[in-house]
């Protein structure tokens, strides 16, 4: 069983950052960060695993970074110049194991679950 708990979420003007942490127990091999808008599917933002391999989603590569810091047991994610459409709850997910990279951001292979921080950006 792995607990998850995010922090860092809020109410930003466009063009303003925002950190994200996950406080991860025990810490797992994979950790990643998702959102979901009010009417929309969850998708995946960035992914960061064990061995240092990090994935972004490809439209939010510029201006999001994720990091984890094993000795913290924490993953973050650092987002900049925020838009309103980066308004969503924000989940950080876990698994102990997932063999494809390619499947790093994808929702069905994460099987703990955070209960999600607010990001609203107003324009």
């Known amino acids: 069983q792995v607990q998850l708990v995010e922090s860092g979420g809020g109410s930003v003007q466009a063009g303003g950052s925002l950190r994200l942490s996950c406080a991860a127990s025990?810490?797992?091999?994979?950790l990643a960060w998702f959102r979901q808008a009010p009417g929309k599917e969850r998708e995946g933002v960035a992914a960061?695993?064990?061995?240092?391999?990090?994935i972004i989603q490809v439209s939010m590569k510029v201006r999001f970074t994720i990091s984890r810091d094993n000795a913290k047991k924490t993953l973050y994610l650092q987002m900049n110049s925020l838009k309103p459409e980066d308004t969503a709850l924000y989940y950080c997910?876990?698994?102990?194991?997932?063999?494809?990279?390619?499947?790093?951001?994808?929702?069905?292979?994460?099987?703990?679950w955070g209960q999600g921080t607010q990001v609203t950006v107003s324009s």
């Open positions: 997910a876990a698994d102990l194991f997932i063999a494809n990279p390619e499947l790093y951001l994808t929702t069905e292979e994460y099987t703990y």
């Open positions: 025990p810490f797992a091999r994979h």
């Open positions: 960061a695993a064990h061995d240092g391999t990090t």
